[in-house]
Each structure stands twice: as C-alpha cells, then as structure tokens.
T-cell receptor
C-alpha cells in the first residue's frame, strides 16, 4: 500500500536534547511538509520541500531543522532551541506538477518533554 | 499565520441530522480543500473546490465556495456516529503551500 509512515508514534525529549522525527513516503511525491498541531488547534507549517536538496521555512521554523537528501524521506529535528516542543507533529506529501492536488498525511508523532 | 478560520469551533448533533461547517479566509486562493481528522490520527482529504467553482458534491458531502466573501461551507447530510471527527479547511495559494484553519470538532450522537 502506498502511503506516508511517521515514526516513532510517541517520543519523549529530555531538556537540552535534540530529537529526530522520521517521515518516509512511497507515493513518489515531490513535495513534503512538516506541521505542528497543538491541542484544539489547527496545523502550523514548520518546513516544506518541493524537491530533493531544497527546502523552505514555514511559519514556525525556529528551533527546528530538516533535510531532504532523498525523495522518499524528510526527517525533522527538534532542537534544544525549541523551548516548547510538546505537540503533535504531522508529515504530509503532495504530487507537484499537476494542479490542485491534495496533501496526504501520516499518522503523526506525539512529542512530549520528560 | 493561519489562513482559514472555521466556524463553529464545536458542533454537536444527533445522528441523521445535517451538519454545516463554515470557513473564512483572508487572501486570494487557488483552491480550497476540506480535511477530516479522527482523534490522534493524521488528516484525510475529503474534497477540493477550485477558485472558479461554486459548488461541489461527493457522496453525503456538499461544499460551496464564495470567493467574493472569501468563505466556504461544508455540509454533511444524514450524519452518522462515524462522522465524529475534526474538520479542517485549507487554502492553497500559488506557492503550493497550504494554510489550515483551527478546525470544527463535530460530535454525532447515536
């Protein structure tokens, strides 16, 4: 089955620690996205990538970093600079080139502070 | 910044009733999409309406778009308990990025 896989489902971070959230897709989509969702809130864009080896900051990129070395993979690192990292993180991908394509989402990673 | 804003924030209805959710946005859009999110899960795409369309149907879903008022509505007819979820509108701009609203939490009571 084609889809997006996020891992782990739950993650705990200690103070001062960097953690990396994994996102893999086998949909052959060019564009990938990371969103943060806080309780009862909508999604806020952290970073997105339209093509391998290129990515752009979203609305809340501070304290986060990404890489896009492969088309299938778009890992997100939550650095120690992100002082309030507790949230639900969602990864998405989209086909680029064809207009009006929806985003496909993974099932998220819930990050908490120890 | 978030683009869409859904209204109401929460909606509770009985099974069989219709549910209407509204979305307002601020800037020009290429298209508007509605997504559904079950608790603790990712979002699932429901329906997309282009900026030059006014109404679209998909099964029990009906979406309208009024670009002059910068608003959209999602109607779910004959609701079921399984429709209980959060519903989000998302606006797509020419840059290919999308902006999501805060969502409407729908509860359908059996």
């Amino acid at each position: 089955d084609g889809g997006i896989t996020q891992s782990p489902k739950y993650l705990f971070r200690k103070e001062g620690q960097n953690v990396t959230l994994s996102c893999e897709q086998n949909l052959n989509h060019d564009a990938m996205y990371w969103y943060r969702q806080d309780p009862g809130q909508g999604l806020r864009l952290i970073y997105y990538s339209q093509i391998v080896n290129d990515f752009q900051k979203g609305d809340i990129a501070e304290g986060y970093s990404v890489s896009r070395e492969k088309k299938e993979s778009f890992p997100l690192t939550v650095t120690s600079a992100q002082k309030n990292p507790t949230a639900f993180y969602l990864c998405a991908s989209r086909k680029v080139g064809a207009s009006n394509q929806p985003q496909h989402f993974g099932d998220g990673t819930r990050l908490s502070i120890l | 910044s978030q683009q869409g804003e859904e209204d109401p924030q929460a909606l509770s209805i009985q099974e069989g009733e219709n549910a209407t959710m509204n979305c307002s946005y601020k800037t020009s859009i290429n298209n508007l999409q509605w997504y559904r999110q079950n608790s603790g899960r990712g979002l699932v795409h429901l329906i997309l309406i282009r900026s030059n369309e006014r109404e679209k149907h998909s099964g029990r879903l009906r979406v309208t778009l009024d670009t002059s008022k910068k608003s959209s509505s999602l109607l779910i007819t004959a609701s079921r308990a399984a429709d209980t979820a959060s519903y989000f509108c998302a606006t797509a701009r020419l840059k290919n990025d999308m902006r999501f609203g805060a969502g409407t939490r729908l509860t359908v009571k059996p």
